[in-house]
């Protein structure tokens, strides 16, 4: 996984990175020259006069946090999205933006299209218990899933390819263009008889998220020959002036500007690129925050950390407000990274205005492990983290002392301003950040970008600060949130509900386990988690157990059910009879005969250990 993240690093170095725009080679010529009804891979779906389902790059492709319903996500279900493209292990997939602008001699505008959440929407029911809760309107540039061709499929015929070979590693004449050309002027309501000349206008190479492949994007650009009288509903005309307005003072609840305009439109405008000159890849968006994603130890399917950095757009503080808790010029969240990619981390420091902040949403290695070279190249730093976080972050990390937070506090970055939101359950000193200016949500490890996040009783997380915290970021109706592992969320309501929906599933299927009469930890997993893989039973047990406590704190369980015989079966007793089933579901009798001998070794250390402490069996 190394080699391809410098794989990717490389090829990104060649081509667009945000910040680096001139790089890329934007008299390419791309002619299509095609019937519109000739390709029998359109999706009929992709246009409606309802708007256009966003798939996009960066959407979360994936966020069901319930195992169980993932034939049901909302973003995987095939028969109710467009076909994305196949992208096999490790090679990104693509997608077609494009910038369709006035007649030279009208108004300096460009077209947008209203994006549509990922499907399915919330039931009637969910409706009334989450109705008030809303995701507003998102317009950005249209844009349709770009085909690999197979191996040995002919390129289509009739596109010209000029300047495709300046390009490098992108081959156009391997990509279905004219198809995806097809489904956006489609959204458009357009033919492509009335546009003009299209052009390349940036290969946007996507950093490495996960855990997925990347999604490269090819965004190209046009000047329609004349205005079309009518648009479809889902259609409006943008100046550049307005996008740049909406993007980067956002008000709760008002229009939102995706993340295609910003990069085609709005970006070299606005932002200041901490990763130029290096060999990191990172996406800026909404403008002033910018992700990295850095090599870490974090659980998989993860393989990185997303280093949030915050700088100043104008440089100067827009705010006349003198009551802010702490200022800087620039504002690192979650330095996670391994040792591996220290020595990228350490040059971004260095590149960094030397007033720096530095917030760690909570203590979990793959959030802290960067902390020591933050503060080797910038001893002047200061830490902000909650009191619970830093009494768990060793001195080898961070030797000298913290600004305590406890939310609700303000901080000024130039002209960027944020607020510390208190957002326990996670762990009891999770926090998230509200950057005030574009309504973006910096929510920690609380969701992650594809799946569930898991919970940590170690560290106090529990279930009831999750919901609370949960609800929390609904009353604040973020516009965006960011997820320390994986994608950007564009559709936060969406992913909060998904969320609750599915801990209250979870939550009500393991009380009818214990109510059908399990009573120890494998009984309930084994029957709440029947039809998920074995391998996830361990992770699924941590949140089994703070789903139990859960319930007990609302005197929910049965009279029978003893929460001590329950505790004790936690430990060893969980992990034998896991094994146990692990081997019989991979049929393998060696594996069976080790896993009981291993097990039947662990339960008699526990029942000598108990017996020497004077524990009851
Ligand atoms: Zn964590």
Not at 121 to 127: F, I
Not at 317 to 345: M, N, W
Not at 368 to 381: F, I, K, M, Y
Request: aromatic share 6%; with cysteine; hydrophobic share 35%.
């Amino acid at each position: 996984m190394f080699g391809k993240s410098y794989r990717q690093i490389k090829m990104n170095d060649m081509l667009f990175t945000p910040g680096r725009g001139s790089r890329s080679p934007t008299n390419a010529v791309i002619t299509p020259r095609f019937e519109l009804n000739s390709s029998g891979s359109i999706s009929p779906l992709v246009a409606s006069g309802l708007g256009v389902r966003a798939d996009g790059p960066t959407q979360a492709p994936s966020h069901n946090p319930n195992p169980q319903a993932r034939d049901n996500n909302p973003s995987e279900s095939a028969t109710t999205l467009p076909p994305a493209p196949t992208s096999e292990m490790g090679t990104p997939s693509y997608r077609l933006a494009a910038a369709v602008t006035a007649p030279p001699g009208a108004e300096a505008e460009f077209l947008l299209v209203r994006q549509l959440p990922p499907t399915p929407p919330l039931g009637v029911e969910e409706e009334g218990e989450y109705g008030r809760y809303v995701d507003s309107d998102l317009y950005d540039l249209p844009s349709a899933p770009l085909r690999r061709l197979a191996d040995g499929e002919p390129a289509r015929p009739g596109v010209a390819l000029a300047g495709a070979e300046a390009e490098g590693s992108l081959d156009l004449s391997r990509l279905d263009v004219p198809a995806a050309l097809h489904q956006i002027l489609s959204q458009l309501g357009l033919t492509n008889a009335m546009c003009g000349e299209w052009r390349l206008l940036k290969h946007i190479v996507e950093a490495e998220f996960g855990p997925d492949a990347g999604v490269n994007t090819v965004l190209i650009i046009t000047s329609l020959e004349s205005k079309p009288e009518a648009l479809p509903d889902s259609c409006k005309w943008m100046s550049k002036e307005g996008a740049r307005e909406l993007l980067s003072d956002v008000k709760p609840g008002g229009t939102r500007i995706g993340p295609y305009v910003h990069v085609g439109f709005v970006k070299s405008e606005l932002s200041s690129d901490c990763t130029a000159g290096s060999t990191l890849v990172s996406q800026e968006y909404p403008p002033g925050i910018t992700l990295v994603p850095m090599k870490s130890s974090t659980l998989r399917p993860f393989r990185t950390t997303n280093l949030v950095v915050i700088q100043a757009t104008s440089g100067t503080c827009a705010s006349k407000r003198s009551d802010y808790f702490a200022c800087g010029d620039a504002l690192l969240i979650d330095p996670g990274c391994c040792s591996q990619v220290h020595t990228e981390l350490a040059d971004l420091v260095n590149s960094l205005p030397k007033k720096l902040l530095v917030l760690v949403t909570h203590h979990h290695n793959d959030h802290v492990e960067g902390l020591s070279v933050v503060q080797r190249c910038n001893p002047d730093a200061v830490l902000l983290t909650h009191e619970n976080t830093m009494k768990r972050i060793g001195k080898g990390n961070w030797s000298t002392g913290n600004t305590a937070v406890t939310g609700g506090e303000s901080i000024c970055i130039g002209d960027q301003e944020l607020q510390v939101v208190f957002a326990p359950g996670h762990t009891d000193g999770h926090m998230g950040l509200l950057h005030v200016n574009t309504n973006a949500l910096i929510v920690g490890d609380h969701c992650v970008g594809h799946g569930s996040a898991i919970l940590d009783n170690r560290a106090g997380g529990n279930m009831k600060d999750y919901f609370q915290t949960t609800y929390k970021f609904l009353e604040m109706s973020p516009h965006v949130l960011i997820p320390m592992h994986g994608r950007i969320n564009l559709w936060p309501k969406h992913m909060l509900c998904g969320y609750l929906k599915n801990r209250k599933a979870r939550e009500a299927s393991i009380l009818q386990s214990i109510e059908n009469g399990a009573q120890t930890l494998f009984d309930i997993v084994s029957k709440t988690y029947c039809d998920v893989d074995r391998k996830l039973w361990i992770p699924a047990s941590f949140n089994v157990r703070l789903h139990v406590d859960h319930l007990n704190s609302q005197h929910k369980l049965p009279k029978d059910f003893s929460t001590e015989k329950f505790e004790s079966s936690c430990g060893t007793h969980f992990i034998f009879w896991w094994g146990v089933a692990y081997a019989q579901a991979r049929s393998s009798p060696a594996l069976i005969i080790a896993a009981s001998a291993l097990a039947a070794g662990g339960l008699a250390i526990a029942y000598a250990l108990r017996r020497k402490n004077g524990n009851q069996p």
